[in-house]
T-cell receptor, first 117, second 114 residues
Framework: DGGITQSPKYLFRKEGQNVTLSCEQN?????MYWYRQDPGQGLRLIYY???????QKGDIAEGYSVSREKKESFPLTVTSAQKNPTAFYLC????????????????FGSGTQLSVL | QKEVEQNSGPLSVPEGAIASLNCTYS??????FFWYRQYSGKSPELIMS????GDKEDGRFTAQLNKASQYVSLLIRDSQPSDSATYLC??????????????FGEGTQLTVNP
């Protein structure tokens, strides 16, 4: 079954705790993205990676960290420095866009709802 | 100024009517524009993409782009209750370093009343 798997579906974080959200894909896509969505809001980009062993900060990277050791995996760690982590987190993938070509379609996972205890 | 702005709504239309959703963007170099539909608690799904000025039609959906006015819209004809969702406008700036990353608006919640 091809696609993007995000786990867990629901996650609770205690104050001062780091938590890691998993994102695995078998679409053979080069690029992966993490977005955060607050209630009634659009998606905001946290981090993205266009190739293995490389990643860039998005618009709201503070309090988050990522790694891209394998093409298939792009885990997101929500650190204790992120003071307001409650949100819906979405992982997305795409083929790598070539220079001067149109962007590739984004494929989204089913999301992880993170809440603070 | 927000990079991508949408009327937050909610927008309510009767079944069978035309729903009109609007979006403006601030970055003049933006090249590609997308409309996503998101049902509550679910991930967004792409319904339209548009790259050139003018209209693009796909079934009941029509996307309209005016780069001079930095404006993109989505029309839904013959609206159905199943169209009730949040519609997200997204923009790709087209720079080499940005890849396929998108900047999203806050979304417009649409309700179609039977």
């Amino acid at each position: 079954d091809g696609g993007i798997t995000q786990s867990p579906k629901y996650l609770f974080r205690k104050e001062g705790q780091n938590v890691t959200l998993s994102c695995e894909q078998n679409l053979n896509h080069d690029a992966m993205y993490w977005y955060r969505q607050d209630p009634g809001q659009g998606l905001r980009l946290i981090y993205y990676s266009q190739i293995v062993n490389d990643f860039q900060k998005g618009d709201i990277a503070e309090g988050y960290s990522v790694s891209r050791e394998k093409k298939e995996s792009f885990p997101l760690t929500v650190t204790s420095a992120q003071k307001n982590p409650t949100a819906f987190y979405l992982c997305a993938t795409s083929d790598r866009a070539e220079v001067s070509s149109r962007p590739k379609k984004l494929f989204f996972g089913s999301g992880t709802q993170l809440s603070v205890l | 100024q927000k990079e991508v702005e949408q009327n937050s709504g909610p927008l309510s239309v009767p079944e069978g009517a035309i729903a009109s959703l609007n979006c403006t963007y601030s970055d003049r170099v933006s090249q590609s524009f997308f409309w996503y539909r998101q049902y509550s608690g679910k991930s967004p799904e792409l319904i339209m993409s548009i790259y050139s000025n003018g209209d693009k039609e796909d079934g009941r959906f029509t996307a309209q782009l005016n780069k001079a006015s930095q404006y993109v819209s989505l029309l839904i004809r013959d609206s159905q209750p199943s169209d009730s969702a949040t519609y997200l406008c997204a923009v790709n700036e087209g720079r080499k370093t940005s890849g396929s990353r998108l900047t999203f608006g806050e979304g417009t919640q649409l309700t179609v009343n039977p």
